[in-house]
């Protein structure tokens, strides 16, 4: 079994910051790529930022210049940095994870049970 587990939301004020972490543990042969979506209250869930195995990152057009996105490979970890939080950055945060699981031969997509960020005075 493979398991997200995620940490680090809460309320903060417009302008302020937030680390988030997940640590993805279990059965896990080789992780290709772990990122950060966010779904807000009556919206789909969009993509925050990604990096890969190399270290190559991709981001959210409206986080880009606020979000830092690094990644852990020996403990499996992915981290966000969020900083000059704004409102509309208020939703609840998944981990993903593209991983391979011993056993499997292929690489799935696995989801944390997600964080919420409220941004608010």
């Known amino acids: 079994q493979v398991q997200l587990v995620e940490s680090g939301g809460g309320l903060v004020q417009p302008g302020g910051s937030l680390r988030l972490s997940c640590a993805a543990s279990g059965s896990i042969f080789g992780i290709y790529r772990m990122g950060w979506y966010r779904q807000a209250p009556g919206k789909q869930r969009e993509l925050v930022a990604t990096?890969?195995?190399?270290?190559?990152?991709n981001y959210a057009d409206s986080v880009k210049g606020r979000f830092t996105i690094s990644r852990d490979s020996a403990n499996n970890t992915v981290y966000l940095q969020m900083n000059s939080l704004k409102p509309e950055d208020t939703a609840v945060y998944y981990c993903?994870?593209?991983?391979?699981?011993?056993?499997?031969?292929?690489?799935?997509?696995?989801w944390g049970q997600g964080t919420q960020v409220t941004v608010s005075s």
């Open positions: 990096i890969t195995s190399d270290g190559s990152t």
């Open positions: 993903n994870a593209r991983l391979q699981a011993r056993g499997t031969m292929n690489f799935y997509g696995y």
